[in-house]
């Protein structure tokens, strides 16, 4: 790890150093190393995470990684249950494919809505739903990012914002504490391209993931 | 083979409950499993499930035994000791279990049963046409007390008659000699009646075998209202209902205004003797009394049994379901008199509508225990306060994408979500998901002309289901991973014509 990663990660997550936060258990590994390692263990509890993953481009793998590792205790020395919100269109989910990926159905709850801040308010409220996924989210307002954010810090919640597009620094969101943009690359289909945009250096991060299609 | 029987397991504890007791026991205490109860005679109670059966089912998934042995064991906790239950069938529609529970009461057998296993489907083709008939003459006394304006009695007896006269005159002995006769022909010869019951009585059961249709046909019926379908339903009563009244000091506009008073009814409603007792709550009544003299009724419903005393002092789940159902019904009032200002509130009546009465001596069964229980109970009383359903998972073991999985309730166990697929005859399935999308369209789309993949490479063949199709349709599926302009890969067939169809799409 380079002293610049290290200097950024001390000032993101100023209370333990990155052994400290692994022993406590409190970020959420995603297994995949390089990325685990850029984050010092993984992402901290109390964290809104924006992605910048375009449906059919392999970014959703890293996310249903943190989902399998909720699922197993990874980091977070617990199971937790997940909430996944998705959009109420034609696009519908298969929850075979979940399952193979590595989620357990049994931890994880799906809503199907267009306007999850108004029909998901009380799970947002309530501590129980650890781990929550806004998957393709329409119209989100400041003000909800920024009610996202003081419930991820109070409640001790880890909010993932997937988008549709890629994530550019014209639009930026002062309260995603990491931002990053996943593509699939261009050389090689089996690896993704992680690119931080917010929270750690612009250097794109190489996953090799198997099995991906 | 597709997997019907990892299938079967998987779907939900069947909605209609026939329970035939040998003592006369009150409305109060059928309701101890659903607040829908008919009393179709003396000894047998009629229960509708639905409102309830997601909460069964998940208090059965956690300790790990059969819905129908749960419900066995709460009902005999319910009635307490010196009453004897006699039978309990479960069926997708109320005649079949009346059927079924006279048969096992003539042979003297008891349950639980579920019409679904075929032990219980070949006890139903053994029934006889004097039970049928005796069932059928409770079905006409069931009409009369609900007052059909459409029913003609004495007609429907003397059709009876015509019936038995025929049986006899044909030497049948059971109905299943004449399963093959046709809902239509006993119209014809019968009446309306008769030709109905006849359509129920094998509704999704056909010579031992679920075919699709018939079982098509059989959980429609579930799935309507059970007065839409002709069913004679009376819903029993209890002779009061829990509920407390307001007068307000002063006339108020706003859901501000009313929190604290209304949350202090809600803890004296908790307190009264009726809810007490450990019952709990699936829809509250909440009238609302304006001072134009009007009344506006505001429904509260819960999607689980709600105990108000264990929220006392709080009521954070009614609270939140109320503010929506307020602004629902009584602020889109006020918008739509908009040209008059709307009429404030000078007072309510606040009643527990549908409770689900909970034996003192079940309490502990319900009871929740260990990280387990609290989880579910945290579940539950989410899905309580979210203005939509949560949607949960479990795996089949089905080779088609879209019939590979059901839905679940909220805390089943991982041998039930998984159980399907982590069996060896399942574990092709799972493989051939690990190669599929996390999303797919209900129905595939065509790809438009100028929007040809870039890149295309074959992934499976799947055998379509093709007696579920009509005919003419191709005996299977060629699923490739395609790859568009953009870069984004889909899960697509070819049709006849070398056309793109878009089943899902990839991660």
């Given amino acids: ?213 | 083979m597709r997997g019907e029987a990892s299938r079967d397991q998987a779907v939900p504890i069947l909605p209609y409950l026939a329970i035939a007791t040998t003592e006369v026991i009150g409305a109060a205490a059928a309701m101890t499993l659903s607040p829908r109860v008919m009393h179709w005679s003396p000894s047998v109670w009629l229960i509708d499930l639905r409102p309830t059966r997601d909460y069964w089912t998940m208090q059965a998934q956690r300790r790990g035994i059969k819905v129908a042995a749960l419900l066995q064991m709460v009902w005999a906790e319910a009635l307490g000791h010196g009453t004897q239950t006699e039978s309990l069938v479960f069926a997708s529609c109320p005649w079949q279990a009346l059927l079924l529970n006279a048969h096992l009461n003539e042979r003297s057998l008891s349950g639980p049963l579920e019409l679904r296993e075929p032990f219980s489907q070949a006890l139903l083709r053994q029934l006889s046409w004097p039970v049928w008939f005796a069932v059928a003459r409770d079905y006409a006394a069931a009409l009369t007390q609900s007052k059909s304006c459409r029913f003609d009695e004495q007609r429907f007896h003397s059709d009876l008659n015509h019936l038995e006269r025929a049986v006899v005159r044909l030497g049948q002995q059971h109905p299943a000699q004449m399963v093959d006769a046709k809902h239509q022909a006993f119209r014809r010869r019968f009446g309306e009646h008769i030709a109905r019951l006849w359509q129920w009585t094998f509704a999704g059961v056909a010579e031992g075998v679920h075919t699709a249709a018939t079982k098509q046909a059989a959980f429609a019926f579930a799935e309507e209202e059970v007065f839409a379908s002709g069913f004679p339903w009376v819903q029993a009563v209890v002779t009061t209902r829990p509920g407390v009244v307001r007068q307000l000091e002063y006339p108020v506009w706003s859901w501000d205004q009313l929190v604290a008073d209304f949350t202090t009814d809600l803890d004296l409603l908790a307190d009264l003797p009726a809810l007490a007792s450990g019952a709990a709550v699936l829809r509250l009544e909440w009238i609302l009394h304006l001072e134009d003299l009007s009344d506006c009724l505001v429904n509260i419903r819960f999607r689980h049994p709600h105990s108000l005393r264990a929220e006392r002092g709080e009521q954070k789940t009614v609270l939140i379901q109320a503010c929506h159902s307020f602004e629902a019904v009584y602020l889109q009032r006020s918008k739509d008199a908009s040209w008059i200002a709307p009429a404030p509130l000078i007072g309510w009546s606040l009643v527990a509508a549908s409770c689900l009465a909970r034996p003192s001596t079940a309490i502990s069964l319900f009871g929740e225990v260990g990280a387990a229980g609290e989880d579910m109970a945290a579940a539950m009383r989410i899905d309580n306060r979210l203005q939509i359903a949560l949607e949960r998972y479990q795996v089949t073991s089905d080779w088609v994408a879209e019939g590979a999985f059901t839905k679940a309730g909220a805390g089943a166990k991982d041998s039930d979500v998984a159980g399907a697929a982590t069996e060896p005859a399942a574990k092709p399935w799972a493989a051939l998901a690990a190669r599929r999308p996390l999303y797919i369209y209900a129905e595939p789309r065509v790809l438009g002309g100028h929007e040809t993949p870039t890149k295309a490479a074959f992934i499976e063949r799947t055998g379509e289901v093709w007696w579920q199709k009509p005919e003419g349709t191709s005996l299977e599926r060629n699923y490739f991973v395609i790859e568009h302009r953009s870069g984004q890969r889909s899960w697509a067939t070819r049709g006849e014509a070398g056309e793109w169809w878009v089943h899902g799409l990839f991660a």
């Fill in chain 1, 1 to 213: 790890m380079s002293a610049l990663q290290l200097q950024t990660l001390c000032s993101t997550f100023a209370v333990f150093r990155a052994d400290e936060v692994r022993d406590h258990g409190f970020k959420l590994a995603s297994g995949l190393a390089v990325l685990d390692d850029a984050l010092a263990g993984g992402v901290a509890l109390g964290t809104l995470v924006e992605w910048g993953v375009p449906l059919g481009r392999g970014g959703r793998h890293i996310i249903l990684k943190y989902l399998a590792a909720a699922n197993r205790g990874l980091a977070l020395k617990a199971d937790y249950p997940i909430l996944w919100a998705y959009p109420d269109s034609a696009l519908g989910l298969n929850p075979p494919a979940w399952q193979a990926l590595g989620i357990n159905l049994r931890h994880i709850a799906f809503a199907r809505t267009n306007t999850p801040m108004h029909d998901l308010k009380a799970a947002l409220l309530d501590p129980y739903y650890r781990l929550v996924v806004f998957d393709m989210p329409l119209g989100l307002s400041r003000d909800d990012y920024a009610f996202l954010a003081r419930q991820a810090r109070t409640l001790q919640k880890i909010i993932f914002i997937l988008h549709n597009q890629l994530l550019t620094d014209a639009r930026g969101n002062a309260f995603a504490k990491l931002r990053f943009n996943c593509t699939r690359s261009q050389f090689d289909p089996a690896k993704i391209i992680v690119t931080p945009v917010r929270g750690l250096p612009p250097q794109p991060l190489v996953l090799q993931l198997e099995g991906m299609l």
